[in-house]
């Protein structure tokens, strides 16, 4: 029981960092990540993290 628990907190935090991370971005689809992240939370986050983050500068 304490399992689910504790996998259901680290989606909780992971969708947050994507959801803040999507925010402070400047990605051209910045409004589309934030609906897809907040209406399909594990799959969007997984998705922004994978398609939608700007690739980091050097």
């Known amino acids: 029981m304490n399992l689910n628990y504790l996998l259901g907190l680290l989606l909780f935090i ?3 960092v994507a959801l803040v991370d999507c925010i402070k971005g400047n990605s051209p689809n910045k409004l589309l990540w934030i609906v897809l992240i907040v209406l399909v939370p594990f799959l969007g986050s ?3 993290f ?3 983050r700007s690739p980091a500068r050097v």
């Open 46 to 48: 997984i998705l922004y």
């Open 14 to 16: 992971f969708w947050i």
């Open 50 to 52: 994978l398609l939608g």
